[in-house]
């Protein structure tokens, strides 16, 4: 067999095996009962082993070996070996030793943390979380890196690292800290309709009925209700979503549907040929949360998109929309906070509790912030940021699981580089639709989607993110447009000039 012909295959067992795992994750965390959790965990186990197996063998580094000169092709199949090569590197590069204590100390320290995090004491996880930055440490070392913490950025979004991210972070938060600071001290808008009855079935309806008007294709996907959101892939003909429900809130489940929506749009629209192989999906954890942003924020919060939605939202919901304008329900739907939680917190503010992070995680890895020291540095920090102080470590340093359930780092970049890709992205796609605004204020919302289709969906992980951001915007990745995009919005909601 031609070796090309021999790597397709073995990729392609890899990503089934792979995609039988993520069925049983996805069970698991819809309708498995929970007597099924211990047998699950072993299942799932299992299959990553062999797919892990498959993926760091032999004969995948000698067929990447014999490909060598197809991976120096400008072609789809030069970027398939070169991807598969990165994770054939990745799969062998770290010990076995080192990967089964790693998994069994965070599944430990996830435990510890759930228990640590309801009684709000952060010293019950320390010592767990100071084995976890050495472990995570003693990973990097593997890899030829200047700081360590580029070890797991190279995972999340390849091609980026420490000194990148920390100059575009730099740049970004340079303007971003007096812009928050001009919109906090606006007085705080009237959110009063976010506190009413939303019958849950009625809030469910209305979210497919916009994740469908996006474009998400229910022949090729579901949606299902969980705790903590998600979408998944199994294959290009079933992407799923799923989404939870407040009842006295509809913005949870409606905004999060169309969050998921944006990473389901995103590996549905991946050409098919690419199915089965390490090209078949997103390209970066960036890449992929801004495309969820995208339809959130810049098209699921813009005034365009509720004048077309609005009216109907409030034939859904007359009792407490019926009587409320469109101005106050944008306002209410964009409101800037001095919030504790970052998954709660606005466009404004999102990125200050993603810099914390990153900050803390980096200083934690090399040594520079001593765990111990961790929830002083955070509740500072989050005065300093955002002028409010965690009344416990519960709504500080203990809020968020990534530090606690898998190696320390990479895991919260990808979150602010999102929101800066989405503007940089919609601001492209404004260039060359001048009509997008009137499209998305009838409803029109394909000629948005085709634009991302054709610029990025559709070429899954074949480019790595930068060269993605170059060839679908003209320009490397800038804070500038999200900067801009910020200005323009909050400055017409607050009626200040920023
Ligand atoms: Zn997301």
Redesign the pocket.
Known sequence: MNALVELKSELRAISDLHAAAMVLEWDQNTYMPPGGAEARGRQIALLSRLAHERRSADRMGKLLGELSTVADQDSTDGALVRRAHREWERATKVPGELMSELRNHTSRLYSVWAEARKASEFAKVMPLLEKNVELSRRYAEHFPVDHPIDAFIDEHDPGMNAASITALFAELRAELVPIAEKILAQPVPDRTILDADYPEAKQLAFAAHVSAALGYDFERGRQDLTHHPF?IRFSSGDVRITTRVDPRDFSSCLFGTI??TG?ALYEQNIAVALDGTPLGSGTSTGV??SQ?RLWENLVGRSRPFWEHFFPQIQEVFPEPLGGVDLDTFHRAVNTVERGLVRVEADEVTYNLHVMLRFDLERQMLDGTLPVAELPDAWDERMEADLGVRPPTDKMGCLQDVHWYCMPIGGGFQGYTL?NLMSAQFFAAAQKALPDLDAQIGRGELAPLREWLTENLYRHGATYLPDELVKRATGEALSPQPFLAYLREKFGALYGVEL
């Open positions: 979408m969050h998921e990473h992929h949360e969820s999102g």
